[in-house]
């Protein structure tokens, strides 16, 4: 299912504020338009071969819904987005094995409005992050956005990756480290769950068909049985 996602919002200052125009296909980005070096940019760069976005109705959609911010506020009586915090998970992409290069995944994810920072610490130190994606919508009218770290594991290095949202009284950090119990990201969470509860369902309806079979069995051979 193809779906376009768009918004604009005001900034704390004078500045006009952060927006996005995005489509994606179930739920996985296809593309967006980055404000700032006004250009499309495909999740996949491969994908930009099979089909083409005009950049000028796209930055003009955006710049409609700018226009006529102030009568969309007044159409929702003005009523302020509700600070709904993240929840975060930090995990690896690969499994850990020391010394071998690899990726660590920070998901802040169900937040709203889409405004937060997210840094990466190591050692106490600020790092850059390998990637950031922009904000991926939710069903639930929430957002959800990907921190991706590029590093060597080892046994004494602490990383942490730090969450700044209106939701939140401070900021929430979530630490790693070569110990750390390796949590599954959520929609991996969800499958495991899932799969469990199938397994369980299935051996439920096993034993009884099972039950079933011995019960017409049993009463077979006590109809065959001679008076």
């Given at each position: 299912?193809?779906a376009e996602?768009?918004f604009v919002q005001?900034?704390?200052?004078?500045?006009?504020?952060a927006?996005?125009?995005?489509?994606?296909?179930?739920?996985?980005?296809?593309l967006h338009?980055?404000v700032e070096?006004?250009?499309?940019?495909?999740?996949?760069?491969?994908?930009?071969h099979?089909?083409?976005?005009?950049?000028?109705?796209?930055?003009?959609n955006?710049?409609m819904?700018r226009?006529?911010?102030d009568n969309?506020m007044?159409?929702?009586?003005n009523?302020p987005?509700?600070?709904v915090?993240?929840?975060?998970?930090v995990?690896?992409?690969n499994?850990?094995a020391?010394?071998?290069?690899?990726?660590l995944?920070?998901l802040?994810?169900?937040?709203?409005?889409?405004?937060?920072n997210l840094t990466?610490?190591?050692?106490g130190?600020e790092v850059?992050?390998?990637?950031e994606?922009?904000f991926?919508?939710?069903?639930?009218h929430?957002f959800?956005?990907?921190?991706?770290?590029?590093?060597i594991?080892?046994a004494?290095?602490?990383?942490?990756?730090r969450v700044?949202?209106?939701?939140?009284a401070?900021?929430?950090?979530?630490?790693w480290n070569?110990?750390?119990?390796e949590?599954?990201p959520?929609t991996?969470?969800d499958v495991?769950?899932?799969?469990g509860l199938?397994?369980?369902?299935?051996?439920?309806?096993?034993?009884?068909?099972?039950?079933?079979?011995?019960?017409?069995l049993?009463a077979?051979n006590?109809?065959?049985?001679?008076?």
């Amino acid at each position: 299912m193809l779906a376009e996602f768009r918004f604009v919002q005001r900034g704390l200052g004078p500045e006009e504020g952060a927006g996005e125009e995005a489509y994606d296909i179930d739920r996985e980005e296809l593309l967006h338009v980055d404000v700032e070096r006004l250009e499309v940019v495909w999740r996949r760069p491969e994908f930009q071969h099979f089909s083409s976005y005009p950049l000028g109705g796209l930055l003009g959609n955006m710049a409609m819904m700018r226009a006529h911010l102030d009568n969309l506020m007044r159409l929702s009586n003005n009523t302020p987005a509700q600070n709904v915090p993240p929840k975060v998970t930090v995990y690896l992409k690969n499994p850990v094995a020391l010394g071998d290069p690899n990726l660590l995944v920070c998901l802040a994810d169900g937040f709203s409005p889409p405004v937060i920072n997210l840094t990466w610490v190591k050692n106490g130190q600020e790092v850059k992050a390998a990637d950031e994606t922009d904000f991926y919508p939710n069903t639930d009218h929430s957002f959800r956005r990907f921190s991706y770290l590029a590093f060597i594991p080892n046994a004494e290095d602490i990383y942490y990756c730090r969450v700044e949202h209106w939701g939140l009284a401070q900021p929430l950090t979530k630490e790693w480290n070569a110990h750390s119990d390796e949590p599954l990201p959520e929609t991996e969470a969800d499958v495991v769950c899932g799969l469990g509860l199938v397994v369980c369902i299935t051996g439920i309806i096993v034993g009884i068909v099972f039950i079933m079979k011995i019960r017409r069995l049993n009463a077979a051979n006590v109809r065959r049985r001679p008076m």
